[in-house]
């Protein structure tokens, strides 16, 4: 009798402790639930629990991406709530970063800049480009991390930036930073349908015909070959194995199809990934049908 009061008294001990973070539990509040107001509530209450630096560091970064997605809803005229909250982000991943450096923090962190130069426009989104390439391609080359992700970035910035003199953007570069954010993204638990649209738009932009991508193509092999620093590298991954590499959505080889060919081939393969989750979100609802408006523009053209 004695024994059996001593281990409920250690059993309800145990259960009056605050429980432990679980990183899992707010990456399924943000990912599959996009329960974003949630997730901060769990992040923040957790933290005054963290056991140690590692972990509170663990909690920061996911507060800046959270915090992120969040100020991303407010109204675009509302600009000093967006600079507040896009500032609160990088705020968290700074903080996260002075605890301990990871791949993850950098990535939030560059996020967060390239949010705020939006904000406050043209020049200033420029003055933030170079200090925001500077930490992706510290995320993917110091840590190693071939972050999706991070490579999504890299190719926004690529795609949406002016060529030299006045930036480096580079369509290229961009086409073959998003071929390898789809190449390393996570096909379990996302559908990843913002990725493709990305790289159809891309694509559709530049417009190579087939026999003009074949060539370029080939070009790309022999730098691809050439560089082993990895965001020098991913700047020829699409031509990695010149007009023959397949990509994983198609049985053709790139050097066979046109870029505009390619564009709708993404569309659809997108929207047939739709149709395999039985329960979508509602962002995931209006990405598709996005998809399926843009690729009925390309074919109607």
Same mark, same amino acid.
């Given at each position: 009798?004695?024994?059996?009061?001593?281990?409920?008294?250690?059993?309800?001990?145990?259960?009056?402790?605050?429980?432990?973070?679980?990183?899992?539990?707010?990456?399924?509040?943000?990912?599959?639930?996009?329960?974003?107001?949630?997730?901060?509530?769990?992040?923040?209450?957790?933290?005054?629990?963290?056991?140690?630096?590692?972990?509170?560091?663990?909690?920061?970064?996911?507060?800046?991406?959270?915090?992120?997605?969040?100020?991303?809803?407010?109204?675009? %005229?509302?600009?000093?709530?967006?600079?507040?909250?896009?500032?609160?982000?990088? $705020?968290? #991943?700074? +903080?996260?970063?002075?605890? /301990?450096?990871?791949?993850?923090?950098?990535?939030?962190?560059?996020?967060?800049?390239?949010?705020?130069?939006?904000?406050?426009?043209?020049?200033n989104s420029l003055s933030k480009a170079k200090p925001m390439r500077a930490l992706i391609e510290k995320v993917q080359n110091d840590f190693n991390a071939d972050m999706s992700d991070a490579w999504y970035v890299l190719s926004l910035l690529y795609d949406q930036l002016p060529g030299a003199p006045l930036s480096f953007g580079n369509d290229n570069f961009a086409i073959s930073y998003i071929r390898r954010c789809i190449d390393t993204?996570?096909?379990?638990?996302?559908?990843?349908?913002?990725?493709?649209? %990305?790289?159809?738009?891309?694509?559709?932009?530049?417009?190579?015909?087939?026999? $003009?991508? #074949?060539? +370029?193509?080939?070009?790309? /092999?022999?730098?691809?070959?050439?560089?082993?620093?990895?965001?020098?590298?991913?700047?020829?991954?699409?031509?990695?194995?010149?007009?023959?590499?397949?990509?994983?959505?198609?049985?053709?080889?790139?050097?066979?199809?046109?870029?505009?060919?390619?564009?709708?081939?993404?569309?659809?393969?997108?929207?047939?990934?739709?149709?395999?989750?039985?329960?979508?979100?509602?962002?995931?609802?209006?990405?598709?049908?996005?998809?399926?408006?843009?690729?009925?523009?390309?074919?109607?053209?």
């Amino acid at each position: 009798m004695k024994k059996f009061a001593v281990a409920m008294a250690m059993l309800l001990a145990m259960l009056s402790l605050p429980a432990a973070f679980d990183a899992s539990i707010s990456d399924n509040l943000f990912y599959h639930q996009e329960a974003y107001e949630e997730d901060l509530d769990y992040l923040l209450s957790s933290y005054d629990e963290a056991e140690n630096d590692s972990e509170r560091a663990a909690i920061l970064w996911r507060l800046s991406r959270t915090t992120l997605y969040i100020t991303d809803a407010i109204p675009e %005229e509302q600009k000093d709530a967006r600079l507040d909250g896009y500032g609160e982000s990088q $705020k968290y #991943a700074e +903080e996260s970063l002075s605890l /301990e450096e990871s791949a993850d923090a950098y990535h939030w962190q560059a996020s967060a800049i390239g949010r705020i130069g939006q904000v406050n426009g043209p020049l200033n989104s420029l003055s933030k480009a170079k200090p925001m390439r500077a930490l992706i391609e510290k995320v993917q080359n110091d840590f190693n991390a071939d972050m999706s992700d991070a490579w999504y970035v890299l190719s926004l910035l690529y795609d949406q930036l002016p060529g030299a003199p006045l930036s480096f953007g580079n369509d290229n570069f961009a086409i073959s930073y998003i071929r390898r954010c789809i190449d390393t993204q996570d096909n379990i638990n996302r559908l990843n349908l913002t990725n493709y649209l %990305e790289l159809a738009q891309q694509l559709h932009n530049r417009g190579w015909s087939a026999s $003009k991508r #074949a060539k +370029e193509l080939d070009k790309m /092999e022999k730098k691809y070959a050439a560089e082993s620093v990895p965001t020098e590298k991913m700047k020829y991954y699409e031509g990695r194995d010149g007009q023959d590499t397949i990509p994983f959505y198609s049985t053709l080889p790139l050097g066979d199809f046109s870029d505009e060919q390619e564009a709708v081939m993404l569309c659809q393969y997108a929207l047939a990934v739709y149709q395999t989750k039985s329960d979508p979100l509602p962002s995931e609802t209006e990405r598709a049908a996005e998809i399926e408006s843009y690729m009925n523009s390309l074919l109607n053209q």
